[in-house]
């Protein structure tokens, strides 16, 4: 299956913009999913299709593709965002679903 | 409402077996795959098998073939996750998830179950 890459951790302040990327190898060829985790819970879809949101979702979540890197970009960030935030695509080749390593993102 | 309830935490020793369930509510349970993903403590996401529960199609990652056994009963719209021998490295929350597909291979997960926590000591 792809290999796909999250920074571990991004930190912004309040108010600010968090912007968290995915890359791997054919990654541009594919559509990327986005998930949020907050603490003690389960993941929840935040962005589908690269870019589209769920219904319920904040306009301040969107998403975006760059050749073979995907990003998830959190608009007035505010205390409720900080979580693990997961990425994901669907590998044709093995049928499998992919999961980055996932990204904790932490509110200063 | 779409809903995915899993059953409760559990705690067993290494050697022995296990089932947790997922029971769907809200939703034609027949009409979309049941996908289970592990997380251990500490780690990410690490998808395991998928199951169609109309005709019980199931797919299971390289990783955990042979690991686990995922079946369904469409009667009570649950899907099941089994081990037959647990070690102490099956310790983890083990959630189940709907998939969609509306669009061929680009595939995601829109509802997710509350999580089953596995402890599995020695």
């Known amino acids: 299956s792809d290999v796909l890459t999250q920074p571990p951790s991004v930190s912004v302040a309040p108010g600010e913009t968090a912007r968290i990327t995915c890359g791997g190898y054919?990654?541009?060829?594919?559509?990327v999913h986005w998930y949020q985790q907050r603490p003690g819970q389960a993941p929840m879809l935040v962005i589908y299709?690269?870019?589209d949101r769920p219904s319920g979702i904040p306009e301040r979540f969107s998403g975006s593709k760059s050749g073979n890197t995907a990003t998830l970009t959190i608009s007035r960030v505010e205390a409720g965002d900080e979580a693990d935030y997961h990425c994901?695509?669907?590998?044709?080749?093995?049928?499998?679903?992919?999961f980055g390593g996932g990204t904790k993102l932490t509110v200063l | 409402e779409v809903q995915l309830v899993q059953s409760g935490a559990d705690v067993k020793k290494t050697g022995e077996s296990l089932t947790i369930s997922c029971q769907g509510s809200?939703?034609?349970?027949?009409?979309?795959?049941i996908g289970w993903v592990r997380q251990m403590p500490g780690k990410g996401l690490e998808w395991m098998g998928i199951i169609f529960p109309s005709d019980s199609d199931t797919r299971y990652s390289p990783s955990f073939q042979g690991q686990v056994t995922i079946s369904v009963d469409k009667s009570i719209s649950t899907a099941y996750l089994q081990w037959s021998s647990l070690s102490a490295s099956d310790t983890a929350i083990y959630y189940c998830a709907r998939r969609i597909t509306v669009i061929r291979e680009k595939y995601y997960f829109d509802s997710w179950g509350q999580g089953t926590l596995v402890t599995v000591s020695s």
């Open positions: 299709y690269d870019s």
């Open positions: 054919n990654v541009g060829s594919k559509s």
């Open positions: 994901q695509v669907w590998d044709s080749i093995s049928d499998c679903a992919d």
């Open positions: 809200g939703y034609t349970f027949t009409s979309y795959w």
